[in-house]
């Protein structure tokens, strides 16, 4: 189940079981929005990216909702993994701020065997 | 893929002391390279967009003369942190944004300064 932290929600979830990772965005005039993985100490690794006109992609064992209505980003991780424990973030692109990218708070993920 | 190094990776310097922290896209070419700080279980948060060969862009906050960027090249941007007190110790990240391909952003793996 989900927790919060210090700073940081963590999801809890046993290996094997699907993950849903939930992210409310703050600009409704984001057109671009990114989930990001960070592991302790390194720097963000791209996941999956979706723009404006899509409501859902699909990657390998990662799938990203959009909705737009209620400014809101899932990711979808199936059948987690051990290596799939780290911090994630999602991050919006707000349409003529010369691409650059504002992060959400983020949520660590635990994977439990 | 596309790399973007930092360097130094880590870095301790003592306070009132200015460092350096550099940031290359190894092969590509970034006109725009953006800069953002992360405290100990906190988000991203970006502290500047660097134009190369223009004036850096700093978001509310920040602080330009504390903090200094310069674009020099199209494939290095710099941080200096000056007159470094211990409440700048923090993860520093770049990213460079890749116009190659489609205007993808690629991600540095950080740099951690502690100030003593």
């Known amino acids: 189940g989900e927790s919060v932290g210090l700073h940081l929600p963590t999801l809890s979830v046993q290996e094997g079981d699907n993950s849903i990772i939930n992210c409310a965005y703050s600009?409704?005039?984001?057109?671009?929005f990114i989930w990001y993985k960070q592991e302790s100490g390194k720097g963000p690794q791209f996941i999956i990216d979706i723009r404006s006109n899509m409501d859902k992609r699909q990657g390998q064992r990662v799938t990203v909702l959009l909705n737009k209505t209620v400014k809101h980003l899932s990711l979808q991780i199936a059948a987690t993994q051990p290596g799939d424990s780290a911090v994630y973030f999602c991050?919006?692109?707000?349409?003529?701020?010369?691409?650059?990218?504002?992060f959400g708070a983020g949520t660590r993920l635990a994977v439990h065997p | 893929g596309a790399v973007v190094s930092q360097h130094p990776s880590w870095v301790i310097c003592k306070s009132g002391t200015s460092v350096k922290i550099e940031c290359r896209s190894l092969d590509f070419q970034a006109t725009t390279m953006f800069w953002y700080r992360q405290f100990p279980k906190q988000s991203l948060m970006l502290m500047a967009t660097s134009n190369e060969g223009s004036k850096a862009t700093y978001e509310q906050g920040v602080e330009k003369d504390k903090f200094l960027i310069n674009h020099a090249s199209l494939t290095l941007s710099t941080l200096t942190v000056t007159s470094a007190h211990p409440e700048d110790s923090s993860f520093y990240i770049c990213?460079?944004?890749?116009?190659?391909?489609?205007?993808?952003?690629?991600f540095g793996e950080g740099s951690w300064l502690t100030v003593v």
């Open positions: 991050a919006e692109n707000i349409a003529g701020g010369y691409n650059k990218l504002i």
């Open positions: 990213s460079a944004l890749s116009g190659d391909s489609g205007n993808t952003i690629y």
């Open positions: 600009n409704s005039a984001s057109d671009y």
